[in-house]
């Protein structure tokens, strides 16, 4: 059973320019979340995806955008960067079974630098 | 006022010490309760999960207190492989709050 994957591990943009991030997640798993974690801070929800539908969303503005794919992988991209969105981004998959919660396994993350 | 605050730490304790986290959470119809360890530079991992009645995973003791809204994690005969960070993590459910909230972090260096 492989765990959660993301591309890249690092990554450096200019402000204003744009970047996607990607995430495989765990086999068998059927929903992504998104997080932002800043330096010294916790993780924040960015959004989750659950068949391939957002399915809840944290207080980021829309030029925070994801999709999910059939095999359940998913992008997070984010347009028009801005100094702090520098961060190490983080995906978690589970898998959602009617209203139980399932523990949330992280991938490495991918730490974005915006200068 | 943060949804979740924890003990700003850092804690710097030698080994075979008893160390104990505390952290409050706001939202009195938060549902599940949890507490992570993040190594420097790597992903947040769950340590166990807390429940009413309290439980121990070893030398790992969580406490959750409703009324108070408060949650702690005792680490008893500390160990060096215990420096990490600590996470509190409350978790709604219900439309856009089905998701993982995660406290600062409290930071914890065990010394020999």
């Known amino acids: 059973e492989t765990g959660v994957t993301q591309s890249p591990t690092h990554l450096i943009k200019t402000r204003g320019q744009q970047v996607t991030l990607r995430c495989s997640s765990q086999s068998g798993h059927n929903t992504v979340s998104w997080y932002q974690q800043a330096l010294g801070q916790g993780p924040q929800f960015i959004f989750q995806?659950?068949?391939?539908?957002?399915?809840g969303r944290g207080n980021f503005p829309p030029r925070f955008s994801g999709l999910q794919f059939p095999n359940y992988s998913s992008e997070l991209n984010v347009n028009a960067l801005e100094l702090d969105d520098s961060a190490l981004y983080l995906c978690?998959?589970?898998?959602?079974?009617?209203?139980?919660?399932?523990?949330?396994?992280f991938g490495p993350g991918t730490r974005l630098t915006v200068l | 006022r943060k949804e979740v605050e924890q003990d700003p730490g850092p804690f710097n304790v030698p080994e075979g010490a008893t160390v104990a986290f505390n952290c409050t959470y706001s939202n009195s119809a938060s549902q599940s309760f949890f507490w992570y360890r993040q190594d420097c530079r790597k992903e947040p991992k769950l340590l166990m999960s807390?429940?009413?009645s309290g439980n121990e995973d070893g030398r790992f003791t969580a406490q959750l207190n409703r009324a108070s809204q408060y949650i702690s994690l005792l680490i008893r005969d500390s160990k060096l492989s215990d420096s990490a960070t600590y996470l509190c993590v409350v978790k709604n459910y219900g439309g856009s709050q089905g998701n993982l909230i995660f406290g600062k972090g409290t930071k914890l260096s065990v010394k020999p």
């Open positions: 978690a998959s589970s898998l959602a079974e009617g209203s139980s919660y399932n523990e949330q396994f």
């Open positions: 995806y659950y068949r391939e539908e957002e399915n």
């Open positions: 807390v429940y009413s």
